[in-house]
């Protein structure tokens, strides 16, 4: 029996308290309408609402008037040429108030987090690990953004999550043709592949990924990142997840070098479809190794020379027992060990429960499958038989560290626990005969 450990605290609950600001913008119409009533408000008025404004909500917010600034240059934009009442510029920041609502981005669920080592190690005690977790975060609406945690694992396996800012940001992406990109739905680009930057002074626990492209306008969905070391030594991050615009989705990728600097990009080819890719750590004889669930019920393995477009893959598994009938899955990015890969999956069955389970991919060819447990790992519990998704326990990522195995995991789509496993005894497990 492999030895669990499902840790008291942290347990990371949704927040209806965090907040981020956004773009509001209504149709033509109802902009013109809300800039006339502000164009007819006097001088005195108008800063006298400007100033309230400020006054009530720059403490959470810090630059509203840029943002103010911003947000009515994107319903400028819509209202067609000759339309623009507004002279005054602090009459345009009032209007621009009227284009902006606060969002609470995770008020209705927090789930699904993936981990990895963080750029930084400094100053961290002996034997602990600093480590970044993305998160998703669920708001009105169910949309789905990507946010971060930082914290520590101790030498004995304990987690500490750091405090956290209440209010969140966007980042800024670059100008195109000096005007800056919009976030509103009604002016979101076709293009796929942008950039998001963050000040340097932010917290990581401020930046919000939040959808940016018509192609993820209702959602950002489970982000598994990766810590990726390449064939010359140098280390980055990529992340896999799903794009959803109400309708389709779309698998794409972020990279970034230090969760300031973030590429937003499109994935293509063949192999591309369904949902749950994840990138290995490394290439594998040259090429870039990806996990993923092609056919909607079984796992793949891909291989590409070209990081964006995957045109080959093998099925390695496919639903054996009872826990997984329904599919399985990957539960983010495999994990190097002197034995193989491991790799952490998740399995539906009935009433449609989902669990994680783990294989175990030969290390020179991962399309090979050398262990695969019969019972789950990890299975719904008390803590997962009623919330935003009953029954669900499912992960992104995971992380080793001093012989443990540290599983973040989303309890039920509602809340993120944590749970440690003896990676020993897992291995044990999975190489018996």
Request: negative net charge; proline residues 6%.
């Amino acid at each position: 029996m492999i030895a669990l450990k499902r840790l008291a605290a942290p347990v990371l609950e949704p927040d209806y308290t965090r907040l981020v600001i956004r773009s509001f913008v209504p149709l033509e119409k109802r902009i013109l309408a809300i800039t006339a009533r502000v164009s007819a408000l006097s001088e005195e008025e108008i800063r006298k609402e400007l100033g309230e404004l400020i006054n009530e909500f720059s403490e959470d917010h810090g630059d509203l008037e840029t943002r103010f600034k911003e947000h009515y240059a994107q319903a400028a934009a819509l209202m067609g040429t000759g339309n623009e009442p507004l002279s005054s510029p602090e009459g345009r920041l009032l209007a621009g108030a009227y284009f902006t609502s606060e969002y609470a981005f995770e008020a209705t669920a927090l789930f699904n987090p993936s981990i990895v080592e963080a750029p930084n190690q400094e100053h961290v005690p002996p034997g602990a690990l600093r480590f970044i977790m993305s998160t998703r975060s669920v708001g009105e609406g169910h949309i789905s953004s990507v946010s971060f945690r930082s914290g520590i694992i101790d030498k004995d396996g304990g987690v500490s999550i750091d405090s956290v800012v209440r209010t969140a940001i966007q980042g800024r992406q670059p100008a195109q043709n000096g005007v800056p990109e919009k976030h509103d739905a009604a002016l979101l680009p076709a293009n796929m592949a942008y950039e998001i930057a963050f000040d340097e002074t932010s917290h990581i626990s401020e930046r919000l990924l939040f959808p940016a492209s018509l192609d993820e306008q209702n959602g950002i969905e489970d982000a598994r990142f990766v810590r990726f070391r390449d064939e010359d030594g140098s280390v980055r991050y990529y992340a896999t997840y799903t794009a959803y615009d109400g309708r389709n989705i779309m698998p794409k990728l972020i990279e970034t070098d230090d969760f300031l600097h973030f590429k937003m990009l499109p994935l293509g080819g063949a192999m591309v479809r369904n949902k749950g890719m994840a990138l290995f750590p490394r290439k594998i004889n040259g090429r870039y190794v990806m996990l993923g669930r092609i056919d909607g019920e079984s796992l793949f393995t891909m291989h590409s020379a070209d990081l964006q477009v995957w045109n080959e893959g093998t099925k390695i598994a496919s639903p054996l027992f009872p826990w997984e009938f329904m599919q399985i899955g990957n539960c983010g990015s495999p994990l190097e060990l002197d034995e193989g890969w491991l790799v952490l999956t998740h399995g539906v069955g009935s009433l449609r429960r989902y669990s994680i389970g783990a294989l175990l991919l030969d290390k020179e060819d991962p399309t090979k499958v050398i262990g695969r447990l019969s019972e789950p790992l990890i299975s719904p519990g008390d803590r997962e038989r009623t919330g935003y998704v009953p029954n669900v326990v499912y992960t992104c990522g995971f992380i080793a560290n001093k012989g443990r195995l540290i599983i973040p995991y989303g309890s039920a789509d509602r809340a993120i626990a944590f749970i440690t496993v003896n990676l020993a005894e897992l291995v044990g497990e999975l190489t018996k005969g």
